[in-house]
């Protein structure tokens, strides 16, 4: 590669105020700030990954000690002056950054205090910059607390952070707090196409809306993405598909097959699609990833009312969003589904084992909610036409086949769920007298617990006959009181079904 290597997020990291993207009241401030003198002594930046903290305070702190550009009413450095040509030639002595990931503990902070005592070399300020500040030790942060609360005039702290909420609040009332934000995507996308523009590489629109897509608003996020596709693709017009291939994700087509196969109930079709995606050597959990934002962005395009920031999307996926047939419910449930397999899959030792399980159970469950068990026309066991008036009375002669009892138990099996189920499992409909339906239970206990839940039990076999005026009543056989010990236990009960749970998962 040689004199071709890319690093675009380093070539376009800003060195002057106006390269910032975004986050133009912050610079406005610390512009004039600059210009009127009016300079604070400890800073605080917040935001998250990528919107440019660290940059501004490069820049701030270079602009603070130039020795040009206060003479001509200016704020941005000169980057000729012997103060911006150190900071270049990294001499500098008088600008410092701390890494507080790995200068977290008392004794850094407290070098520090020793430090600040002495004035700045040909400078006006000793500038401390330091970044995720909130990994500081609480030691170290009272050490802080304590320079900030009397600071030498020529000190200014810069102190950087994604986490605000971590930081002491009596640090916090000791600075003056800007916080970054997410750089807006039409801000994005004119500075990225300004960029390839001087790389002069080809690059399509719907590129670079995936990127921006991808990025959510962090700005080295989308470079270097962009920096992995063009050396891929080096030479070439870089299209939407040529990031996808490059990101590892599913392109919209694929996914809204994917989740069109739900509301076909194909199972045999989503397990195909998921042997192509580990075929087609691409991450499932990245796969997952794609679905939930597609989820997301169907959601929102039905529910918004398509503002650009919200949803700023390609053709390509507007085109497949509205091929997708999902009602709300669906996406709803799907997208919670696929949210929490996520976090799964980081502890799943088989991703695709993980996604085929989660997928089977859903679409088991949604069978059970839908009822298209239900529909099924041989359902009715109890012939209404057949029932005349005068034998309401005497229904129980309607049912007359066995073998239709144990499938009318079989389903209600079916449709129960946790311990009931397995209660039903040992029952048995015995009998249909005086307009009783008796169902037996497997011993006394198990009876005991199904009267606690007729009601429920009633529901069941509604589902699958007419009950009109039938009753329900449970019996069990009677046994000698030493054979009652088979006691029901309904934690171990629970225990038992946390096995057989078709989740794979491990806990950590
Ligand atoms: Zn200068």
């Known amino acids: 590669m040689g004199e071709k290597y890319f690093a ?24 004039n700030q600059i210009k009127l003198n009016r300079i604070s002594h400890a800073y605080l930046f917040c935001g998250t990954r990528g919107t440019g903290k660290t940059s501004v305070a490069k820049i701030f702190a270079m602009a603070l000690n130039c020795f040009e550009n206060k003479k001509n009413n200016l704020a941005e450095p000169c980057f000729n002056c012997t103060s911006c040509q150190d900071i270049l030639n990294k001499k500098d002595m008088n600008v410092i950054e701390i890494d507080a990931a790995s200068n977290n503990g008392v004794d ?5 205090r020793d ?25 170290a942060f009272n050490a802080l607390l304590k320079t900030l609360e009397e600071p030498p005039e020529h000190v200014i702290f810069i102190l950087a952070t994604t986490e605000p909420q971590k930081i002491p609040v009596t640090i916090i009332s ?15 996308f ?15 629109d719907d590129a670079v809306n995936y990127v921006i897509y991808l990025s959510d608003g962090a700005m080295r996020d989308a470079l270097s993405i962009l920096d992995q596709v063009i050396a891929f693709y080096f030479d070439e017009k870089i299209d939407l598909k040529k990031v996808i291939e490059i990101t590892g994700a599913a392109d919209d087509s694929f996914c809204c097959e994917f989740l069109n196969c739900f509301c076909e109930k194909n199972l045999n079709k989503i397990l195909e699609m998921i042997n192509k995606i580990v075929f087609g050597g691409k991450e499932i959990s990245q796969f997952v990833y794609n679905l939930v934002l597609f989820l997301r962005d169907k959601l929102v395009l039905i529910n918004s009312n398509g ?21 709300f419910d669906m996406q709803m449930d799907l997208l919670k589904m696929f949210l929490e397999l996520l976090s799964e899959l980081k502890y799943a030792i088989d991703e695709k084992i993980a996604l085929e399980a989660k997928c089977i159970k859903f679409l088991f469950e949604k069978k059970n909610v839908d009822g298209f068990e239900k529909k099924e026309p041989e359902k009715k066991i109890l012939n209404k036409e057949n029932v005349k008036p005068e034998e ?22 079916f449709n129960a769920d946790g311990l009931l189920k397995e209660i039903l499992i040992g029952a048995k409909i015995i009998n249909v007298k005086e307009n009783i339906i008796y169902i037996k239970a497997e011993n006394e206990s198990k009876k005991k617990l199904l009267d606690e839940r007729k009601d429920k039990v009633k ?16 019996v069990c056989e009677k046994k000698n009181n030493s054979e009652q010990k088979n006691f029901f236990d309904e934690k171990e009960f629970d225990a038992k079904i946390k096995k057989i749970n078709m989740d794979v998962k491990i806990e950590d």
């Open 8 to 31: 675009l997020y380093r070539k376009y990291r800003p060195r002057k105020f106006c390269d910032v993207v975004g986050q133009e009241n912050i610079i406005k401030t610390l512009v």
């Open 108 to 112: 850094n902070i407290r070098e520090i």
């Open 115 to 139: 430090e600040v005592k002495y004035p700045p070399v040909n400078a006006k300020y000793k500038i401390y910059i330091i970044d995720e500040v909130h990994m500081l030790s609480s030691g």
């Open 174 to 188: 000791r600075c003056q707090r800007f916080d970054f934000k997410r750089i807006k995507k039409d801000k994005m």
């Open 190 to 204: 004119a500075a990225i196409k300004k960029y390839m523009a001087e790389e002069k590489i080809n690059i399509d």
């Open 307 to 327: 503002d650009g920031e919200i949803l700023s999307l390609w053709e390509e996926r507007l085109i497949n969003l509205n091929k997708c047939n999902l009602d």
């Open 392 to 413: 309401k009375n005497n229904r129980e002669n309607d049912i007359v086949d066995k073998k239709k009892l144990d499938d009318v138990l079989k389903k209600m099996i």
């Open 459 to 474: 529901n069941l076999l509604e589902n699958e006959i007419d009950l009109m005026n039938l009753d329900l009543k449970f």
